[in-house]
């Protein structure tokens, strides 16, 4: 059968049979019917299943949209939601999908990916493994790289919080032998997914992002920015649940605190392989704010002394 389905049976009736006069409407009676040209509606079908089931196993399926509004976040609200909800459920080309609006928010992005099948290093963090106002050639993860004659993949952001960059490394291709340099960010930063001039992303919410948008303050407030515990304990277990990963796939962990503050250190003190970077800034990027190229060599010898005292480079 080739179905033509929309909203409402008004909807698909009149062109459908102003080509096709000998075609059937199927409803939730006949829908077992072997018609050669058959139109349906959402109002045909108590038992909506039953709609799914015929969208799923006739042998073509035609799209004629109804004029109207759909929430993305909430397609079932209205019928012509609910029927595009089934036709992109179902799995299966059918002709007018162009006519969908599909939701465009990426959860799932990463922001690199794996460089190579062979052993490599992850440089994890905030603006400090970005090289926030400097060359990315003089970034500590280049020198580490071209150290240990590794390539590498960036997962960082600048603003970027712990819960973020452990998300990061467990949803991406790290393997065994596979070495991950975290450098560990300030405790009080969260992702929040919202909307503003940009469209949907997720703001990396800090200090200063906080005080620089409106929109931040309408939706949290201040003391849950501050609130040092609830940061604690969601760093904590975020990074406890990167180690446990790693460990299980084979792939090594070097944690060292670029952003950590004291209290943060007498936390991070109980995982294995962690090491507070304690020395003075020797020089400041472009900006005046952030490491510049010498401190980042210093970042990188620092981490390379690490690394042969694990075993992990000779």
């Not at 993949?153 to 340099?181: H, N, V």
């Not at 201040?222 to 180690?243: P, T």
């Not at 990963?245 to 090594?252: D, H, R, T, V």
Request: some cysteine; aromatic content about 12%; glycine content about 6%.
């Amino acid at each position: 059968m080739k179905l033509f389905v929309s909203s409402t049976t008004a909807t698909v009736e009149s062109p459908v049979k102003r080509n096709y006069p000998a075609a059937v409407c199927i409803t939730q009676d006949n829908y077992h019917n072997d018609e050669l040209i058959g139109f349906t509606s959402l109002e045909e079908f108590e038992d909506k299943d039953q709609l799914l089931n015929l969208i799923k196993t006739v042998d073509e399926l035609v799209y004629i949209r109804e004029p109207g509004p759909v929430d993305p976040h909430a397609p079932t609200d209205s019928a012509i939601g609910y029927v595009e909800y089934f036709l992109l459920i179902s799995e299966r080309e059918f002709e007018g999908r162009d006519l969908i609006e599909m939701p465009k928010d990426n959860f799932l992005e990463l922001v690199d990916l794996r460089k190579t099948n062979a052993k490599q290093l992850w440089a994890v963090g905030c603006s400090f493994t970005v090289g926030e106002s400097i060359n990315e050639s003089d970034r500590y993860i280049e020198h580490l790289s071209k150290k240990v004659n590794l390539p590498y993949s960036l997962l960082a952001k600048t603003g970027s919080s712990i819960e973020w960059q452990a998300d990061q490394i467990l949803r991406s291709d790290i393997r065994k032998d596979d070495i991950i340099i975290w450098g560990l960010t300030d405790r009080n930063r969260f992702p929040l997914w919202i909307k503003n001039h940009h469209g949907h992303y997720p703001t990396h919410v800090n200090i200063g992002s906080y005080d620089a948008y409106t929109y931040i303050k309408n939706i949290i407030p201040k003391r849950f920015l501050l609130e040092d515990n609830q940061h604690v304990y969601n760093n904590v277990i975020h990074i406890a649940q990167v180690l446990n990963y790693a460990e299980k796939i084979g792939a090594k962990v070097i944690l060292i605190g670029l952003l950590s503050s004291p209290s943060d250190v007498l936390y991070y003190e109980q995982f294995e392989n962690f090491y507070h970077y304690h020395g003075e800034y020797v020089d400041f990027g472009d900006d005046g704010k952030h490491p510049g190229p010498e401190q980042h060599k210093k970042y990188a010898k620092f981490i390379i002394g690490k690394m042969k005292q694990n075993g992990l480079v000779t």
